[in-house]
Structure formats: C-alpha cells, structure tokens
C-alpha cells in the first residue's frame, strides 16, 4: 500500500513540474514581449539627438556644441550622454566658448559595445581618443563623472600629451568591498545573464528606479532637470549588459589602476559630495587628492552622487579656464588646501 501512495505521489510530482515549467515560460515570453515593447517606444520618443563615428569597430553616438578649447564628457554607469545635456553642463560650458563633445561610451546610449574586447576602462579610453583624433581634436579637457572617472583617469594615463586636464566628479578611484558591484553582475553572465536583460531584469530595474534615484542623489531630492531623463533608456538589455559588466569590472579596473595616479603631471580637478551615498568621498576623492602633486580637492556640503544636477555651478566652475589659476570651490565651502578632517567631522576643501 505504502509503495502504491508513493508512486502515485511521484507521478503527480512529475505532472506537476512539466505544469510550472510551461507557466515560468509562458510568464518569462510575457516579459520579453513586454520589455520588447518598451525599448520600441523610448528608441521612438528619443532617438538619438547627436552624430555617429566609427572607430576600431564601434560606432560611438556623441553630442556636440559649441566651439573653441576642447571638452569630453565622460558619463557614468547606467545613463548615457543625455545625462549631461539635462544637466545643463553641454549647454554651459558650450556658452563659455568651448566645443564640448558629450560621448555615450561604448554599449550605453546609442553606441555599440562588441563582444570582441574585454571593456576596460583603458579599452574604453583607446577608443575615446581614436574618436577625437578623427574628430581634429588634438588635445581636450575631459571630465568624467563616476564610473566616467576611470575612462578618464585611463586617458590620462595613456595619452598625456592628448589630456589637457582632468575634472573628476564623484569618483571611485581605489578598490572596497561594494555589495553593489555583485548584486547588479549577473545580467552580465552568458546564457543565464541573456535571459534575465530580456526578461526579468528590466522590470526589477524599474521596480527599484526610485529607491535607486534616491540613493543616488540622497540626501537632496533628485532635480528637475533629471525627471526628465526616460528610464527605459537605461533599462534596455544591451546597456543593462554594459552596466553589469562595469560592476563586475569596477573593482578590479580600480586596483590595476591605482599604482599610477601619482604619475599624472595635468591640472587635475577632483570634486565630490560629502554626503555622497554611493561612493565615500572621504575615502576615494580625498584620497586621490592626496596621490596626484598640485591637485585640487572640493567637497560640496551636504551632497550626494549626481553633483551634475545637485550643483551644476561647482561643475561650471570647473570646467571654466579660470579654474586653473586657482581651487574650485562652491558656496561655503572651504579652499582646497585647507586641512582635511575625518569623515565623522566632514569638511568641504
């Protein structure tokens, strides 16, 4: 009798499994349709607003304005270019004569990422410079913004005759644990990570946009000026695969790096938030100060990560030639070469 319940109970189990197989496909075919739709939809409410160039097999998107002394943009993880055009900092330092050149880099935006390279931030850099030589471009101001700041670092290092000075903006420059880094991986796998881009992985990320978001800009609420950022942009498979890899490669891109900072010879402008919730400004910003000879070092009171938006005049400021005779500084905050204290008694230099 025993045997008899049990081969039955087999037998339902076996029936069973096929059942919720066939649900979590048809449930992930749902997903993909559904994210199939949305990326359809912002790609036709916000094509790309700038020009193509194709160098070393990518086709990079950029955008341009303005004339004069050279200026890269170098957005951060999971935005694009548009980042700084609502941020109002293309249009700015445009108007302060300069031609600025906002790069969506490589599997963000509307430029391509291909499978044929590991996407160091050397490897990013390379690329970034092979544009603006065909660009005419001999030399440049180039400011990255976050995961930005180590493309930028990497050009530096690289090719310093082509980087006029560097303007580095809520960085990580030397390598911690960050939980982060792991959790947002795995769209970056094979097979499994294909999968989830296409499927769960979209809806999770705007699920959690505005935790994110608030994180990100916290402790200010975030501005105007990215309200209207569209979400889906960033939320497409192909730049959630660029976004998961650069996690997974933010650790280890900074410890490579890290042995060489101290080398630069540029005017190197180093600005953060010193209540930056996602990268400590204390202990990378700070610290970089330190490494680099004749840098200067500005920390904003009470601001988070996306000093783009939250104080887009310290990042004028710097932005500006005249930022080069003396140390930016922001509304009350202190100059640069003040004494710099513990983070439990932060102080802005």
């Known amino acids: 009798m025993h045997g008899i319940t049990s081969g039955l109970a087999q037998a339902a189990r076996s029936r069973t499994f096929p059942r919720k197989l066939l649900v979590a496909s048809a449930l992930l075919g749902v997903a993909a349709l559904f994210v199939r739709a949305r990326v359809r939809q912002v790609e036709h409410d916000h094509p790309p607003a700038g020009r193509f160039i194709d160098v070393d097999g990518v086709r990079l998107h950029y955008v341009e304005r303005g004339s004069g002394e050279a200026i890269v943009l170098l957005h951060g993880n999971g935005t694009n270019a548009l980042d700084f055009v609502l941020a109002g900092t293309l249009d700015a330092a445009a108007s302060s004569g300069h031609r600025v050149i906002a790069f969506d880099r ?174 400590s400004a204390f202990h990378q910003s700070a610290r970089l100060h330190g490494k680099i000879t004749g840098s200067t070092l500005t920390l904003v009171p009470g601001q988070g990560h996306m000093l783009q938006h939250l104080a887009p005049e310290v990042i004028e400021a710097a932005l500006r030639d005249d930022a080069l005779a003396e140390p930016v500084s922001s509304p009350g905050s202190q100059p640069a070469t003040a004494p710099l204290r513990a983070p439990e008694q932060p102080a802005a230099h």
Do not use: C, N
Not at 214 to 223: H, I, K, L, S
């Open 106 to 279: 490589p599997g963000f935006g509307y430029s391509t990422r291909p499978a044929d390279r590991t996407w160091t931030p050397h490897a990013q850099a390379d690329v970034i410079a092979a544009a603006l030589r065909r660009l005419g471009i001999e030399r440049a101001t180039v400011l990255g913004h976050s995961w930005g700041t180590l493309v930028a670092l990497a050009m530096a290092q690289a090719y310093p005759d082509r980087v006029r000075r560097l303007v580095l903006v809520s960085g990580y420059y030397f390598p911690t644990p960050r939980l982060d880094a792991v959790l947002l991986s795995p769209p970056a796998l094979p097979l499994i990570g294909t999968l989830m881009r296409h499927t769960i992985s979209p809806l999770l990320g705007r699920l959690m946009w505005g935790p994110v978001m608030r994180r990100m800009f916290g402790p200010p609420e975030m501005p105007p000026s990215f309200a209207e950022y569209p979400k889906w942009l960033s939320l497409r498979p192909g730049q959630l695969r660029a976004s998961a890899a650069e996690s997974a490669g933010m650790i280890p891109a900074a410890w490579r790096m890290q042995g060489h900072y101290g080398e630069l010879r540029m005017p190197v402008s180093i600005i953060a938030g010193t209540d930056d919730r996602q990268v």
